[in-house]
């Protein structure tokens, strides 16, 4: 099956403690992308990939990291998370050619940050 | 730059009744829209979306929306809302090579 996974779905942490928010997909997808989603703000994009070793800072990149060693991983790194960081976030991929390809989310992964 | 606007955060509708989304958007060069919906607790999913082929694009379960130029607006309808439509909607906009720009969402709640 076609899909987007995210690990963990739920993360409660604490500020200043390094975590890691696994996303792979199964679809050959050249592009990957990160968004947080909160209350009255939409969809946020964080970092965005258009390739293996290929990344761009969204439009909220600030204290977050993102890797793309392999085509199918982009893992979400907070190297010292704070509670502004309490969101839900979500993975998704697409074919290259952001424009005229849907994107597949993943589940989201809820973070809380205290 | 690109930009969406998704008019009424919250939108409330009878079982039966239409359903009407609107969504306006900015654009330099032609873009490409598109529809997700959300259901509670789970990830975005795509409804339909607009590829600078037909005007009226038709989605899943029952949506569709029209691609206006001149009001440069891609509102969401469907004739007949069902109880099973109640979830966050959100309006994309994308051109040339650039990412996804997402609305902030409205929210459909179908009352019986």
Known sequence: EAQVTQNPRYLITVTGKKLTVTCSQNMNHEYMSWYRQDPGLGLRQIYYSMNVEVTDKGDVPEGYKVSRKEKRNFPLILESPSPNQTSLYFCASSLIGLSSYEQYFGPGTRLTVT | ?112
């Open chain 2, 1 to 112: 730059a690109q930009s969406v606007t998704q008019l009424g955060s919250h939108v409330s509708v009878s079982e039966g009744a239409l359903v009407l989304l609107r969504c306006n958007y900015s654009s330099s060069v032609p873009p490409y829209l598109f529809w997700y919906v959300q259901y509670p607790n789970q990830g975005l999913q795509l409804l339909l979306k607009y590829t600078s082929a037909a005007t009226l694009v038709k989605g899943i379960n029952g949506f569709e929306a029209e691609f206006k130029k001149s009001e440069t607006s891609f509102h969401l309808t469907k004739p007949s809302a069902h109880m099973s439509d109640a979830a966050e909607y959100f309006c994309a906009v994308s051109s040339g090579n650039t990412p996804l720009v997402f609305g902030k969402g409205t929210r459909l709640s179908v009352i019986a």
